[in-house]
């Protein structure tokens, strides 16, 4: 009974109507798709939905993804190669990126890449292995995608506007 006459409210009568509480209709999603993490949010008050789509060192967004080395390293001058594909800078994908409002620089003015490498999702469709070498000093390092194509398929189904998924030209 106290629960009920806590919750039973007394309205103005200027309002015209009672007030009906409800629990927002949004909710949370989250499942794996091989190393990828997929969580989707969606908000029951303005009905949008958010995605996040992480795997270790690599996250997917704005229809890219972005390989994290150490924030020390620096990557303006990274090459990558899809699988046994030829070699190809990065810099001549930084317009169309940049136009679909990937982030491409850190506040660190020291380096402003802040470590990270961001490809277009359309080079990287099909492949299972990207290398990236983040400079010419410094060794090329394997990232594992195999899984990328399923998991921004399952980002799709679940609501992932375009926005999140697409398309970037090369």
């Known amino acids: 009974m106290a629960m009920a006459l806590l919750f039973d409210f007394h309205l103005p009568a200027w309002l015209g109507h009672p007030v009906e509480l409800r629990r927002p209709a949004g909710g949370e999603a989250r499942g794996r798709i091989g190393p990828w993490t997929l969580q989707v949010k969606r908000d029951g008050f303005t009905g ?27 990557t303006f001058d ?21 136009a679909h409002g990937v982030q491409l620089q850190s506040d660190d003015a020291r380096n402003p890449s802040g470590g990270r490498v961001t490809l277009p999702y359309t080079a990287l469709v099909g492949g299972k292995t990207v290398w990236i070498r983040p400079s010419a000093k410094a ?29 970037v030209s090369e």
């Open 48 to 74: 949008q939905v958010t995605c996040s789509l992480v795997a270790p060192r690599m996250s997917f967004d704005h229809a890219a993804v972005t390989f994290r080395f150490s924030p020390r390293t620096e």
């Open 78 to 98: 990274a090459i990558y190669r899809v699988d046994a594909g030829p070699a190809h800078s990065w810099r001549p994908n930084a317009m169309a990126l940049a």
């Open 139 to 167: 060794r090329a390092w394997p990232f594992r995608i195999e899984e990328l194509t399923s998991a921004v398929n399952a980002a799709k189904s679940s609501g992932c506007g375009a926005d999140f998924t697409g398309p």
